[in-house]
Structure formats: structure tokens, C-alpha cells
């Protein structure tokens, strides 16, 4: 059994910063992709950032240049660094991976519990 566990969400003030976390535990053979989605109330989840196992990163052009997406292949965490924070960014945050449970198992997507971030102006 796989789990994702976020960890640090929070309530930070305009131009704050914040540093997400996702840990992956459980049985893992491989892990392909990461990435970190949000939700709004009322709107669609959207991908936030996302990292290949070989660390090519991907961004939503609406956090380019204030979020740092990175992992921690050897432990199987996720981080999303958070700065210049806006009132939009408000949201819950979902970790999701790509990953195998075992060498003949096929690639599965797993999704964390949720954050929330709480940006005030």
C-alpha cells in the first residue's frame, strides 16, 4: 500500500513564503513523475508544477519564477517551494506521483490528502 502525505500548508500574509512537502511511503519500486496540483474553491484542480525522475521541471506559467518544484529521489519526497505569495494562490495543494508498487506492476498515479494555503492581502 502507497501513501502521500503533504505537510506544510499553512496561513502567510501577501509576498510570504511557504515550502510544501510530500512524502511517499508504502511499498515503491520506482517512481516516475511528481507533481503538485491545486484547487480553489469552485474551480477545477489545476497542475501546479511537476518533475520528471530525471528532474526536468515543468511549471504553470502563473507561479513561473516564484515556485521551485524539486524532489528527494533517495527519501521519495516532493517539495514545493512558495514564494511572492498572492491571494490567488490560495488553495488546497494535492501531491501526485506516478509510480510501481513492484517490478511487474504497472505505473499508477497516487494523490495525496491535500494542504491548504491561505494567502491574505
Known amino acids: 500500500q502507497v501513501q502521500l502525505v503533504e505537510s506544510g500548508g499553512g496561513l502567510v500574509q501577501a509576498g510570504g513564503s511557504l515550502r510544501l512537502s510530500c512524502a511517499a511511503s508504502?511499498?515503491?519500486?520506482?517512481?516516475?513523475?511528481m507533481a503538485w496540483y491545486r484547487q480553489a474553491p469552485g474551480k477545477p484542480r489545476e497542475l501546479v508544477a511537476s518533475?520528471?525522475?530525471?528532474?526536468?521541471?515543468n511549471y504553470a506559467d502563473s507561479v513561473k519564477a516564484r515556485f521551485t518544484i524539486s524532489r528527494d529521489n533517495a527519501k521519495n519526497t516532493l517539495y514545493l517551494q512558495m514564494s511572492s505569495l498572492k491571494p490567488e494562490d490560495t488553495a488546497v495543494y494535492y501531491c501526485?506521483?506516478?509510480?510501481?508498487?513492484?517490478?511487474?506492476?504497472?505505473?499508477?498515479?497516487?494523490w495525496g490528502q491535500g494542504t491548504q494555503v491561505t494567502i491574505s492581502s
Open positions: 501526485n506521483a506516478a509510480l510501481r508498487s513492484g517490478r511487474f506492476q504497472p505505473t499508477r498515479d497516487y
Open positions: 508504502g511499498t515503491i519500486f520506482s517512481i516516475n513523475d
Open positions: 518533475v520528471n525522475s530525471g528532474g526536468r521541471t
